[in-house]
């Protein structure tokens, strides 16, 4: 479940146009998320299709092989020369897949088990230890009958007179109940929203941390808006890279752009951040300026002193 909504969010950032119909734009970034490389190629078939594939082949003095291949079930494979038959793209300068997601799935599972083992420990009743068959059957028929309401009664010659007056359990009982640590589930709360932070800075989108502090300055709150951004705009400029591949080889008219709510993102941030800078150079000259009167009231006052 949590990979596929993670997932969903990275395959929500870039919109590709202009590829032919039966290329779908969602396959080709889900074979960069999952593969680190994608091609595009003609294919057995006669159409052109992207897949995910591996460099192949000999080095050339380069940091990967010159030659790309690739299969796609019930199409066919193909192999070629990377930028002559097959266009391939790249997730980021790493060729490599988002690790993250399984990362994040994963510790996000293991909340919700905690959190599940929490509450039903925290509900669970406390387990009397019986002698034998007949009397845990008694127990367990008064339990059923308190659990629909009805008040019961039990008898056994293990009982006495003082243990009814004063409440005390005939057997000891094997008590697994936590209720006290249910109210430990707020910090695994908060642990679940630092996960969910740090995936989403990964993905692009900036999270708030924690409240302004007024002698803050709104370029300092924001310090980890820019670093949300690093990542994302590596792997938007390999996806426009790979576009215009696809365009120099094949004569199509591919673009890709970042989808509205990270596009609105980027822009809010470089205003908040142009705003700001504004303010600290303008901060600055003043600072400038102010030393620059005192120093040179501090020289006529030194001219006058000497002169005397």
Request: proline share 4%.
């Amino acid at each position: 479940m949590h990979f596929m909504q993670l997932l969903t969010v990275m395959l929500s950032r870039i919109k590709l146009t202009g590829f032919p119909d039966n290329i779908l734009p969602t396959d080709t970034m889900l074979y960069l998320c999952s593969n680190g490389t994608v091609g595009c190629a003609k294919f057995p078939d006669g159409k052109y299709w992207t897949f995910p594939g591996c460099y192949t082949g000999q080095f050339w003095g380069q940091t990967v092989p010159h030659e790309y291949m690739g299969v796609l079930p019930n199409v066919g494979d193909v192999r070629g020369i990377a930028g002559d038959d097959i266009a391939v793209g790249w997730n980021n300068s790493t060729h490599t897949p988002d690790f993250i997601l399984m990362q994040t799935a994963d510790i996000l599972a293991d909340i919700d088990v905690s959190e599940h083992v929490n509450v039903l420990f925290a509900r669970y009743m406390r387990i009397p230890k019986v002698h034998d068959e007949k009397e845990r059957k008694a127990v367990l028929d008064v339990i059923k009958s308190i659990m629909r309401g009805n008040v019961e009664a039990i008898v056994s010659k293990n009982i006495n007179r003082e243990e009814i007056m004063t409440g005390s359990p005939a057997e000891p009982f094997l008590d697994l109940t936590d209720v006290d640590k249910i109210d430990k589930l707020q910090y695994l709360d908060q642990y679940y929203k630092a996960v969910m932070r740090r995936f989403y800075e990964y993905a692009g989108q900036k999270v708030s941390v924690g409240p302004k502090m007024a002698q803050m300055s709104v370029k300092e709150a924001g310090a980890n808006d820019s670093l949300s951004m690093i990542l994302l705009m590596d792997h938007f400029e390999h996806v426009k890279r790979f576009c215009d591949e696809c365009n120099r080889l094949f004569g199509w008219n591919t673009t890709a752009e970042l989808t509205e709510c990270f596009a609105d993102e980027l822009q809010e941030m470089r205003e908040e951040v142009n705003a700001d800078g504004g303010k600290d150079i303008q901060n600055q000259r003043d600072r400038l300026d102010t030393a620059d009167t005192d120093s040179t009231n501090s020289n006529s006052a030194a001219s006058v002193g000497s002169s005397d």
